[in-house]
C-alpha cells in the first residue's frame, strides 16, 4: 500500500480551520456503507489495460474493513465500471475517443464490456452473500445517470460512506466529492485506497481532509464502529 501520509502542514491548516483534525467521534454501523470501488480486473489484474499495481497490495485491508462493518452491522457495496459499446460508438465516447491511445482503446473497450472478464471482482477480495453490486458507466457512481447508487443508499438509510478502491485520485475521489455534496458523511479509507503513485494518492487525501470528508486507517474507521465508540458518541450526541 502506499507509504505515504497527510503533510503536517495541511494537518496544521485543516486545526486552525476547524479547531480538530478528525470529524467523527463515532460512526454508526447501522448507517455506514463501504463502498468498494473498481476492484475489478480491468483495473488490478497484471497486464491489464487499465492495471493499477498498487491495487493488489490494498485487497487485505478492502477485506478487513468489509468483514469487519459487517460484523458490526453496516453495508458492503461493490462498485464496478461498465461501458456498452456496439458499431455506433459507446455510450462514454468522450472518454475512449479523446483520453484512451488507439492502441489500446479497443482492449480497453472489451475489458470494460458489461458482462466480461473485466467486469470480475479481483479473486482475492472477499464479498459476502449480504453484499450488494453496483455498475457505474462514469468516473462517479453518484452523479445522475450513472448509476443507481444514490437510490440504494438512501433506501438503506446510509448517511456515512467509506470509500476505498481504485483509483484514489479518479473514481475514489469523484465519488467522494459528489457524496458529500450530496450531504452524505464521507470517510476515505487510506488504506484502502490504491492509485498509480504515492503524490496522486496523497494529493487526493489533502484535498479529502480540507473539503470533503475525513481521512482514516481502516484500524482508525473500525475503532470508530467498536461498541465503546458507540457509547460515547452517543453520550456526546444525545441520541
Known amino acids: 500500500m502506499h507509504r505515504v501520509g497527510i503533510r503536517q502542514e495541511i494537518i496544521e491548516r485543516v486545526t486552525r480551520r476547524r479547531g ?41 485491508a478492502i477485506n478487513r474493513l468489509a468483514a469487519g462493518l459487517r460484523e458490526a ?3 458492503v ?21 479523446v483520453f484512451v491511445a488507439a492502441e489500446v482503446r479497443k482492449r480497453t473497450i472489451e475489458s470494460l464490456a458489461p458482462g466480461g472478464e473485466g467486469q470480475k471482482l479481483w479473486p482475492a477480495l472477499e464479498p459476502n452473500a449480504d453484499d450488494l453490486f453496483v455498475f457505474k458507466n462514469r468516473y462517479s457512481a453518484l452523479i445522475p445517470g450513472s448509476s443507481q447508487l444514490e437510490r440504494i443508499l ?18 475514489c475521489e469523484s465519488t467522494a466529492r459528489d457524496a458529500m455534496m450530496l450531504d452524505f458523511n464521507v470517510v476515505m479509507v487510506s488504506d ?15 484535498t479529502m481532509i480540507q473539503q470533503f470528508g475525513d481521512v482514516l486507517t481502516v484500524g482508525e474507521v473500525l475503532s470508530l464502529l467498536s461498541p465503546r465508540a458507540a457509547a460515547r458518541g452517543q453520550a456526546i450526541t444525545g441520541r
Open 73 to 75: 452491522g453496516g453495508l
Open 154 to 171: 438512501r433506501s438503506h438509510g446510509v448517511r456515512n460512506l467509506l470509500i476505498g478502491g481504485t483509483k484514489t485520485n479518479v473514481c
Open 192 to 206: 484502502a485506497c490504491a492509485a498509480l503513485s504515492d503524490d496522486e494518492h496523497r494529493a487526493t487525501l489533502e
Open 77 to 97: 457495496i461493490w462498485v464496478t465500471h461498465a461501458n456498452t459499446h456496439d458499431r455506433h460508438g459507446s455510450d462514454w465516447d468522450g472518454f475512449f475517443e
Open 20 to 60: 480538530r483534525v478528525h470529524l467523527f467521534d463515532w460512526l454508526d454501523a447501522s448507517e455506514t456503507a463501504f463502498l468498494v470501488i473498481d476492484m475489478q480486473n480491468t483495473f488490478v489484474q497484471p497486464g491489464s489495460p487499465a492495471e493499477v499495481p498498487m491495487a493488489r497490495e490494498i485487497v487485505p
